[in-house]
């Protein structure tokens, strides 16, 4: 080590020219780049690194002239001999220990005093990678049969795959992991011995562990915190947890009954404890301690505010009463009355039309829910809601009548199944005069339909409100009309039809320091009529919009469609929609002005694809529009404030040789016609 780094210093110094006084003189890392590595990665090996290349020099200025890492700007990145040593020796390690033990690896070192510069090359030859061609298990005999059988599932390493340190060290915490969840809760790893041959070129793998003896869980009492006046059966708590008295030991089991109680909303706070035994007697249950805290009953709720429903801006007002504990149970009871008014700023304030005012787009809503939390076990709940809603778009309005039964299941630790059942009576109404078969055909008529929904989710984002890595996944399916045709539909017409919809969110964090996450969403869905359906089309509730803030923002809410203008507010039967968004938050180190927090505020460049079709069989690539544009975001607990300029990028509706932004002038067309979209949350 010491020739390596004298040889790195003799190399500056006999390329530079004596300074005066003998001041260092300090080199930016101009390039570093890596040849010959074929099997690992560029990125893989700078993951191992302290020395990283300079930034550019735009990023520099802007660090030095606020002397802070805002706005992109990045500090210069300096050569040091010593810091490169000890890289130089940990891509030595990184590569041994990725199974390639002949890996050779030297180093290129190119010194531009002209420009203050070092260019630095990392020269590799791979080699033989050496696999795995023998595991040992040791420790393992006069195990259960079910604990044997979980510990040969989900393997991290298996005979002929390549040696990997790291995944060495992930089998050993799968099998402490699975040890402890059964038990085994002084299980002790003795060691883990990886043996390389000569004579194979492979490694031979032995684990050695001792598992100790095998607890039980013991009394399981619940505390309730004294300071709340609400109190709650204790059976309730005890329901609701995955384990009892006498069960094997698991802290697995604890993490998911926490989960458990706190998903019932009725609890401020929840934490299991353990009141560990002696473990040098010969007890072998360990008693558990569950602390609760409830939060109040009652409460009533009046609501004033702004939401993004049907990816628009909506001014919410309303008033709730809910009850946590109805009838005992933990059982949930709400009654809303909400009111929306939706792009206020083109409603006609003096127009006495009411409901035929054809700029007034509202939503009127009455909903009772009763959401019973224990439904055949802890991880089902099951639901009935009634609701009365008017709904006032600019060509319609539609009051109806709903009844709806659901329930949900956690059917793992990140997904969820959800099937509900709804009951619809409505009587859509055009606000325009037309005849009745024009209105019919538009499906304008008294109807009772029925639809049963089942969707199933898989969410690994980090985070709800403001996620940066991880995935959600979504697929339903809905069928409608089975009920009415099978027990009778009030001799009022219905819709048969299937529907599907697909959702998917990815979220990306490349420096992991949450400056610049990159969020991109694909969304479609179709639905069909079948049979010989009464009604020659889905109902309005039912179909798909697209266009506003939530999809495809250069277009306002419910106006894109290939379908004549007239009728895109009816929606359609087929959607297809995707987002990229690039969220930077440059000024996470400015600190606060006033009331204003500078960490707050981030900006997203974003790009929109997507198109709505009156039927799946119609849907065409050349059809889809296409939108970009940035938008403001301010940071607060219920998620981002958001501002958005949306501006069409690909227009199918105009002609052929107007639909592309690079076809138009950019300041007095594609600028001038702008769509500014506000919103609550994130897009998605």
């Not at 130089?88 to 041994?96: E, I, L, S």
């Amino acid at each position: 080590m010491q020739k390596f780094i004298l040889t790195i210093l003799l190399s500056i110094l006999c390329s530079v020219p004596v300074v005066a006084q003998g001041a260092a003189q300090k080199y930016e890392v101009g390039q570093l780049r890596f040849e010959g590595n074929e099997t690992l990665n560029d990125d893989q090996l700078l993951n191992v690194m302290n020395t990283r290349e300079t930034p550019w020099v735009v990023w520099k200025w802007i660090y030095h002239r606020f002397d802070k890492e805002i706005l992109g700007g990045q500090k210069p990145e300096y050569f040091d001999p010593i810091t490169f040593s000890a890289d130089f020796h940990q891509v030595k390690r990184f590569y041994k220990d990725n199974g390639f033990v002949h890996s050779q690896i030297d180093t290129s070192i190119s010194v531009r005093p002209e420009k203050e510069m070092v260019f630095l090359t990392f020269l590799i030859q791979e080699g033989r990678r050496s696999l795995i061609d023998t595991i040992v298990y040791q420790g393992f005999e006069n195990l259960p049969p079910d604990v044997m059988n979980e510990l040969t599932l989900n393997k991290q390493i298996e005979v002929g795959q390549p040696y990997i340190q790291n995944k060495v060290e992930e089998e050993s915490r799968r099998i402490i992991k699975v040890f402890a969840n059964n038990g085994y809760v002084n299980v002790k790893l003795v060691t883990v011995d990886a043996r390389h041959y000569a004579s194979t070129d492979n490694f031979t793998l032995v684990f050695i562990f001792n598992p100790g003896r095998r607890y039980t869980f013991g009394i399981i009492s619940v505390e309730q915190d004294t300071t709340s006046p609400q109190r709650i059966d204790s059976t309730i708590v005890l329901r609701h947890l995955d384990f009892t008295k006498g069960e094997y030991y698991g802290e697995q089991k604890k993490i998911e009954s926490e989960r458990n109680l706190n998903r019932l909303g009725v609890f401020e706070a929840t934490k299991i404890e353990n009141a560990l035994p002696d473990t040098l007697s010969e007890v072998t249950n360990i008693p558990v301690r569950v602390f609760v805290r409830t939060r109040p009953f009652q409460e009533l709720t009046p609501e004033i505010g702004v939401n993004d429903e049907n990816n628009a801006f909506n001014i919410l007002l309303g008033i709730g009463y809910n009850h946590r504990n109805f009838f005992g149970g933990a059982r949930n009871f709400s009654i809303r009355l909400r009111l929306n008014l939706q792009s206020i700023q083109y409603l006609s304030l003096f127009n006495t039309a009411a409901l035929r005012d054809s700029s007034l787009v509202s939503r009127a809503e009455l909903t009772m829910q009763v959401i019973q939390p224990y439904f055949m076990n802890n991880k089902t709940s099951a639901s009935a809601a009634f609701s009365a809603m008017l709904d006032k778009q600019t060509t319609y309005y539609n009051p109806s009548l709903s009844f709806r039964l659901g329930t949900q299941s956690q059917t793992a630790t990140y997904t969820k199944l959800f099937i509900d059942w709804n009951i619809q009576l409505s009587d859509p109404k055009n606000v325009a005069t037309q005849k009745d078969t024009i209105n019919q055909a538009l499906g304008f008529i008294k109807q009772f339909n029925s639809f049963v929904t089942i969707t199933l989710q898989r969410d690994k984002r980090n985070d709800i409100f403001y996620p940066s890595a991880g995935f959600f996944q979504s697929i339903s399916v809905e069928e409608g009309g089975f009920f009415p045709r099978t027990f009778g539909s009030m001799h009022l017409p219905y819709s048969q039809y299937v529907k599907l919809y697909l959702d998917g969110q990815w979220y990306l964090d490349p420096s992991k320091k949450r400056d610049l996450i990159w969020a991109m969403r694909a969304q479609a869905g179709a639905a069909l009529l079948y049979g010989d359906s009464p009604l020659k089309d889905i109902p309005l509730s039912q179909r798909f919009y697209s266009g506003g803030s939530g999809d495809v923002r250069g277009w306002r809410a419910r106006t894109l469609g290939v379908m004549p203008d007239s009728l895109r507010n009816l929606g359609g039967d087929a959607m297809l929609e995707g987002t990229i968004e690039a969220r930077w938050s440059p000024l996470n180190e400015a600190g606060t002005f006033w009331f204003l927090d500078f960490k707050k505020i981030s900006f997203v460049f974003f790009y929109d694809f997507g198109n709505l079709w009156t039927q799946p069989q119609k849907m065409g690539l050349s059809e889809i529009a296409m939108a970009f544009g940035l938008g403001l975001r301010y940071n607060t607990i219920a998620g981002p404030i958001r501002i958005d300029f949306g501006m069409k990028l690909y227009d199918p509706d105009v002609p052929a040789t107007r639909r592309w932004v690079t076809q138009k002038g950019f300041f007095p067309e594609t600028c001038k016609n702008g769509i500014l979209q506000l919103g609550i949350g994130h897009t998605f």
